[in-house]
């Protein structure tokens, strides 16, 4: 499994040098971008997610004490705070940024000599929140099938190896958006 | 102290640095400067991996993997920001000089 995050380090590492080119060319441009992102929605889209961390992790430990039932309703939290972050991320935000014509087209809303700045920004905000999102929805059905197979009490205090692996990629993608989140919302904001 | 109080602090710890981080994006830094505000989130990342990731109570070769795929991700971005950081614009002059 660290192999495999350490691929997906890779995977996201073109992504924030993207972030440090285009920001380098054009920061007027990108931080008037970044001034029109939703800072509460995403500053509550993070205590959601590292509190999803925690639940899953409480989960993990609850786990190797032998304590299936509680590993469930951990998992469950979890999975529920997962659904919350889309919800807000895609759902709330997303669709209130298309309504403000934020999308990066020919209707792009912000005008004058910072445009093509926040043109690029937006391209990094949509494809960075899209990959980090099919991130999530990965991880919400891998944490399905944790609950799936705890309750069919597959799992117990010698053997949890399946729990331990989701785990580490659900904290994984917490720690994508830990690095997305200022990029988006907080590096530009006070500019 | 028992792993569930362990894990506790360390979400505490992660929201604390998370109010750092915020409260940082307020103050009135230079847009060069700004980049600093990524400083608590490195240290998010480093108490996600200890903690939750169980970084520190792992084999040797978790440890290992995770180092190269640190390694490699600084590579990366070291040397793709290497030109814009280095590259020095000379203007052209653009009006006729007949």
Partial sequence: MWLFLATEMLFFGPLFLAWIYSRHWNQQGFDAGAQQTELIIGTVNTIVLVTSS??????????EAGDSRKLIQCCVGAWLLGLVFLWLK????WRHDFERHLFPASDFAIDGPHRDGALLFFVFYFLGTAVHGLHMIVGLILVGWIIFRAR???????????????????SFVDMVWIVLYPLIYLIGRGA | MTRSRHLLLAWGLLIALLAIEFGASFLALDRTARPLILIPAA?????????????????EAMRLFFAAGLLWLCILLGLGSLDPMTRINYYVLTTNLK
């Fill in chain 1, 54 to 63: 925690l639940i899953y992790t409480l989960g993990v430990s609850f786990i």
């Fill in chain 1, 90 to 93: 895609f759902g709330v935000e």
């Fill in chain 1, 152 to 170: 069919r009490k597959e799992f117990s205090a010698g053997f949890y190896t399946p729990v331990s692996v989701v785990g580490l990629y659900w």
């Fill in chain 2, 43 to 59: 240290l998010m990342i480093a108490v996600v991996s200890v903690t939750f990731m169980e970084l520190r109570r792992g084999p």
